[in-house]
């Protein structure tokens, strides 16, 4: 199959591409809040043909196009919320609400989304299959994915194949990270509650101090990773909350720790909150304290197929020679796309968005975040591309 029509039909759309991608910026809205998005998307759908559904999961959108012949129901994800962060920025399209802009890039990937509709919607009799796209609310750790899951939304138009993408600012564009296996790590929230007895500052030997407890269990946890995990496994544990005290003259009764776990398989996950927990424990022990551990899951590792990731890679080098095609990329973020790679076989696409000639380099989750909208109408051609060569059920 020819993929560079999309290519050549891509780059006719990258005005509004780039115009959609602009829009959500200015508007953005946070997890389960997206009212605006979702209705300008449905909208665009239904102008094009295809059914749609909205409201699941609050905000979250399906649309569903019929292929003019047989094939599978292929799926793409995007994500629609933005963050609770002051945009720093002298851009026209700089964002209109105070305290929130989109500083991840889903501004970008719901527009790269609109454009493959289009794309497929104007050659539907010709698409070998059907395409399910699926809107999702509040990826930035608000649980938006299993929300849609709970709420059937795969079980309208359950698919066969999976899609998602990312636009990554860590890499310029013209760099793809299409890596099988696990490519990002399933997240944990650890919380540590050490419990003492108060007092007074200058009379520490009548009470049972967990700040000295909290000082030495921090420590420790730094020491496994290093000294627990297999050398040739991958393992993040940070503590990013400390609180405690009141006054500089009062030991507190308690102290409350608050991390995140990353790992990629579930074996690191079990030595390493296993090792957590003992740590905690032993530590606030030795210094007459009880110690409280809490995990709470928030996503499991992300899995690319490996089949799927071929194809994939198949399809980016014909219609990419040029670019950097990385099959060794992984990154221990999270993200709730990997719920749904739990039930589908698909693929989860990084493409690099950073250009340091036009000063485009800031990281993800800052109030400077921007990326180079040229990858907007690239992305789009092979995301319509992969996802038509997956709906062909031969082999």
């Given at each position: 199959m020819d993929f560079t029509a999309f290519l050549r039909q891509a780059n006719s759309l990258e005005d509004y591409l780039r115009r959609w991608r602009r829009d959500f910026h200015m508007h953005p809205e946070l997890g389960f809040q997206e009212h605006r998005s979702s209705e300008i998307i449905a909208a665009a759908l239904k102008g094009w043909g295809y059914e749609v559904r909205q409201g699941i999961a609050e905000t979250g959108v399906l649309g569903y196009l019929e292929g003019g012949q047989e094939g599978r129901t292929i799926m793409l994800r995007l994500?629609?919320?933005?963050?609770?962060?002051?945009?720093?920025?002298?851009?026209?399209?700089?964002?209109?609400?105070?305290g929130i802009m989109h500083a991840c890039g889903h501004d970008g990937h719901m527009a790269i989304g609109l454009g493959v509709a289009k794309l497929l919607a104007d050659s539907h009799d010709s698409i070998p299959?059907?395409?399910?796209?699926?809107?999702?609310?509040?990826?930035?750790?608000?649980?938006?994915?299993?929300?849609?899951?709970?709420?059937?939304?795969?079980?309208?138009?359950?698919?066969?194949?999976?899609?998602?993408?990312?636009?990554?600012?860590?890499?310029?564009?013209?760099?793809?990270?299409?890596?099988?296996?696990p490519v990002m790590a399933g997240a944990d929230r650890l919380e540590i509650i050490l419990q003492g007895q108060g007092g007074h500052a200058a009379m520490p030997h009548k009470t049972r101090d967990p700040i000295p407890a909290a000082a030495q269990v921090i420590a420790g946890l730094q020491s496994i990773v290093a000294r627990n995990v297999d050398p040739l496994a991958s393992a993040v544990l940070t503590i990013g909350v400390v609180q405690g005290g009141t006054a500089f003259n009062i030991i507190p009764e308690r102290?409350?720790?608050?991390?995140?776990?990353?790992?990629?398989?579930?074996?690191?996950?079990?030595?390493?909150?296993?090792?957590?927990?003992?740590?905690?424990?032993?530590?606030?022990?030795?210094?007459?304290?009880?110690?409280e551990i809490e995990v709470e899951p928030i996503t499991p590792p992300l899995v690319n197929d490996p089949e799927v990731t071929r194809l994939a890679t198949e399809i980016a080098r014909e219609l990419f020679p040029d670019w950097i095609l990385d099959p060794e990329f992984r990154v221990m973020g999270s993200e709730d796309m990997a719920f749904f790679l739990r039930e589908v076989p698909g693929?989860?696409?990084?493409?690099?968005?950073?250009?340091?000639?036009?000063?485009?380099?800031?990281?993800?989750?800052t109030p400077t975040f921007d990326f180079d909208e040229q990858v907007l109408p690239a992305a789009t051609a092979l995301v319509a591309s992969v996802a038509t060569a997956l709906m062909n059920p031969e082999p």
């Open positions: 994500d629609m919320d933005a963050l609770p962060i002051q945009e720093d920025s002298n851009v026209a399209y700089a964002s209109k609400h105070e299959g059907h395409l399910l796209l699926v809107f999702q609310p509040a990826e930035e750790g608000l649980g938006g994915a299993e929300r849609m899951l709970a709420e059937r939304a795969l079980q309208i138009w359950p698919p066969e194949r999976a899609l998602g993408l990312h636009l990554w600012n860590e890499k310029p564009v013209g760099w793809l990270g299409l890596t099988p296996g102290v409350r720790l608050e991390g995140t776990v990353r790992t990629f398989d579930a074996q690191t996950r079990e030595v390493v909150l296993r090792r957590a927990r003992e740590m905690a424990l032993q530590q606030a022990e030795a210094f007459g304290c009880q110690a693929v989860y696409l990084f493409l690099g968005s950073s250009n340091p000639e036009k000063g485009l380099v800031s990281s993800h989750h």
